[in-house]
């Protein structure tokens, strides 16, 4: 009787995993978070396209938190979150390596990003025109202007940086030394690294 409720146990734990970490469309969890994937154009610091599709994927629970943090903002704020880059495919992460070796800024590919785990996001917010709130630079600035850490800026780029900071963060996301738009999902070790390409 025992091993059946071992059996069993070892069953629900396996389905459990499988929910908490498959891949899924941010589309699908909340089509409310605006999508504005820059790797799918030329618009990138590497002028090319990278990405076959401008579809979002995120682990699960990546994805409902990012939900989560999304209906925070609209409550509060009337705020919405812009997402411009999710799970990243390993190949892609070379690539990138080849034009950008700094590790400030692109993980190696031997170690891998928290893009390639689908455990991390890059985002911003927008007003209730669908308006970009002044974050003091663009995405993909590869300056210190760029470092959360970096204050000498205008008192509402500040603001607007903290509430995207203090927001994620309720929601599990932290933030990182150099990106304002970057954040890692907690606990992101336990995603494997992933090489799926999405046509
Ligand atoms: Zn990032």
Not at 9 to 16: A, E, G, I, P, Q
Not at 54 to 67: F, G, T
Not at 74 to 101: A, C, E, H, T
Not at 147 to 170: A, E, V, Y
Request: hydrophobic share 40%; charged share 25%; net charge positive.
């Amino acid at each position: 009787m025992i091993y059946k409720l071992y059996i069993l146990l070892f069953f629900s734990s396996v389905l459990l995993a499988q929910i908490d970490t498959s891949l899924v469309l941010l589309k699908n969890i909340d089509s409310t978070i605006v999508q504005d994937v820059r790797y799918a154009t030329e618009n990138n610091f590497t002028h090319t396209v990278l990405y076959k599709n401008n579809k979002v994927y995120l682990r699960k629970i990546v994805a409902d938190s990012l939900r989560k943090a999304n209906r925070y903002f609209k409550k509060k704020f009337n705020y919405r979150i812009k997402i411009f880059d999710g799970y990243r495919p390993l190949s892609v992460q070379k690539y990138m390596w080849k034009i950008m070796p700094d590790k400030r800024y692109v993980a190696p590919p031997n170690k891998g990003s928290r893009h390639n785990r689908g455990a991390a996001v890059d985002v911003t917010l927008v007003d209730s025109l669908g308006t970009q709130l002044n974050m003091g630079t663009e995405y993909d600035n590869f300056t210190q202007k760029a470092h959360p850490t970096f204050k000498n800026l205008p008192k509402q780029i500040l603001l607007n940086r903290k509430i995207l900071s203090d927001g994620m963060q309720k929601f599990g996301f932290h933030p990182i030394n150099s990106e304002w738009w970057h954040f890692d999902f907690q606990g992101w070790r336990r995603f494997s690294i992933l090489d799926v390409v999405f046509d």
